[in-house]
């Protein structure tokens, strides 16, 4: 329903960081307003997880694993979800997904590889 680009994704050391983006170019700013906008992220062998989201109300919240090493924003003006990473781990190695949701609507992102080596 929703298409979402996601941008960001890439190869860094332990301790390394990356910041994610998600754009939905074809919404409109006031629509893009009305959606939770979250992260998850799946690893091979392992099902997709939160890793962070942030209500209309712009109260975030986050996985245990990533709480103080990670932060989720919005832009609404520019519909943008971005997810700043900060000490990346190799367990934090996955495709991460960029997610909108309301109550009719639950889109998903292509999905952008995080790959954090040792």
């Known amino acids: 329903q929703v298409t979402l680009v996601e941008s960001g994704g890439g190869s860094v050391q332990a301790g390394g960081s990356l910041k994610l983006s998600c754009k939905a170019p074809?919404?409109?700013?006031?629509?893009?307003?009305?959606?939770?906008k979250g992260w998850y992220r799946q690893a091979p062998g392992k099902q997709r997880e939160l890793v962070a989201a942030i209500s209309r109300d712009d109260e975030p919240r986050y996985a245990d694993f990533v709480k103080g090493r990670f932060t989720i924003s919005r832009d609404n003006s520019k519909k943008t979800v971005s997810l700043q990473m900060n000490s990346l781990q190799p367990e934090d190695t996955a495709v991460y997904y960029c997610n909108l949701r309301s109550q009719d609507l639950d889109s998903w992102g292509q999905g952008t590889q995080v790959t954090v080596s040792s």
């Open positions: 074809r919404l409109i700013t006031s629509t893009f307003r009305m959606y939770e």
